[in-house]
């Protein structure tokens, strides 16, 4: 059970190049979610996915694009990008079923924009 | 105006002493839910402990406790005989009614031997 994965840890991106971020959930949850985290500062919600099929927008979700693959993946692709998005991306995913909504987190993707 | 403010940017404690870290909220929904998670410097997230607004006891796993002052929306978190392997960041968060979480800054902890 390898709860939240994400790939890859540490990427360097010159202006303008493309990439995409993977995540992958084996808990069979409903809910999954992108943040990014800048220094000295909490996580921010770029967009989330509360089921199969279905994505919002959170927070910060300008230079951002997101697929909900199936129920197990949730991709994260910066389409043109920029030294702002430089950042630690987190991938979290959650059941719903339960009350407590509790989010549980992938290690992290650290992102460097040059 | 800010939905969750942890006033303390850094702490600095003695091994094996108990600590606080402050958590205040702001929400007009009824029905939320108040997390704690902490991040070693690894970078990990790691979730420590959950309140539900409408839980009548405070929470506790194992050395973290969470003091929950309803009326004065607060919701710090305790740690009892502290270790150093307490040494991290500690992030409050909120989940409101859209299941989104709203974080605080952060308190960053450095346990003394």
């Known amino acids: 059970n390898a709860g939240v994965t994400q790939t890859p840890k540490f990427q360097v991106l010159k202006t303008g190049q493309s990439m995409t971020l993977q995540c992958a959930q084996d808990m069979n949850h409903n809910s999954m979610y992108w943040y990014r985290q800048d220094p000295g500062m909490g996580l921010r919600l770029i967009y989330y996915?509360?089921?199969?099929?279905?994505?919002d927008k959170g927070e910060v979700p300008n230079g951002y694009n997101v697929s909900r693959l199936n129920k197990r993946e949730f991709s994260l692709r910066l389409e043109s990008a920029a030294p702002s998005q430089t950042s630690v991306y987190f991938c979290?995913?959650?059941?719903?079923?339960?009350?407590?909504?509790?989010?549980?987190f992938g290690p992290g993707t650290r992102l460097l924009v040059l | 105006a800010q939905k969750i403010t942890q006033t303390q940017p850094g702490m600095f404690v003695q091994e094996k002493e108990a600590v606080t870290l402050d958590c205040t909220y702001d929400t007009s929904d009824p029905s939320y839910g108040l997390f704690w998670y902490k991040q070693p410097s690894s970078g990990e997230m790691i979730f420590l402990i959950y309140?539900?607004?409408?839980d009548q006891q405070n929470a506790t796993e194992g050395r973290y406790s969470l003091n929950f002052q309803k009326a004065r929306k607060s919701a710090n978190l305790v740690i009892s005989a502290s270790q150093l392997g307490d040494s991290a960041m500690y992030f409050c968060a909120m989940r409101e009614f859209n299941y989104q979480l709203i974080w605080g800054a952060g308190t960053k902890l450095i346990i003394k031997p």
């Open positions: 309140q539900g607004s409408y």
């Open positions: 996915s509360a089921s199969e099929g279905t994505t």
């Open positions: 979290a995913s959650s059941d719903p079923a339960g009350s407590r909504e509790t989010q549980y």
